[in-house]
């Protein structure tokens, strides 16, 4: 049995993704930072909770410890997490702005994969998703055509480009691996105040095509649920 774990997941394009991969047969580890509300979500899929903060060496070291001891391998990490930020006029946004937004949304992709390595590498099919954006597309965002376009988003955006090259640059490395970044497009959640156009479902398509490929599938792409983004 596939076992992922999905960090960010008590809530939004987590908990549906985790949902889709439970009835798939995945043995899913709900990674939540809120032990209550985690523990919560993971009991009403039937899903597996880790606490774990993106954020925190100690926290994201434990949670490799308990799956670890646990399942003994993973096979499929989606790097979730994350967060939009300080919504602060683009002249008042400030180096500790960005800092918090990255450190959940670049450095916590880093930090929870650095630690998950030496499990992924006991799968035999080791997969890495990365969830990123399409505001973190320089063609979206300066094509009228399409709502990245409407938005300035200095940290958010940036942070999401970070994360679609940082599966890249790991594609790279670990050929053995499959690691992809995915565009979920403009869904409605709680990061966007649930403004998006589109629902949680159509939103985690990407994720769990990625999430669900074998060890012949694509690597170091960037994808949305209707074919490769440009970048």
Known sequence: MTT????????????ETARRLIELGHTVYLGARDAEKGAAAAESLGARFVQIDVTDDASVAGAAASILEEAGHLDVLVNNAGISGSQADSADVTADIVREVYDVNVFGVVRVTHAMLPLLRKSQSPV????????????????PAHIESTFATIAYGSSKSAATMIAVQYAKAFPDMRVNAVDPGYTATDLNGNSGTQTVAEGTDAVVAMATIGADGPTGTFVARDGVMPW
């Open 4 to 15: 992922t774990l999905i960090t960010g997941a008590n809530k939004g394009l987590g908990f």
């Open 128 to 143: 890495i998703v990365n969830v990123s954006s399409g505001l973190g597309s320089f063609d979206r965002v300066n094509d």
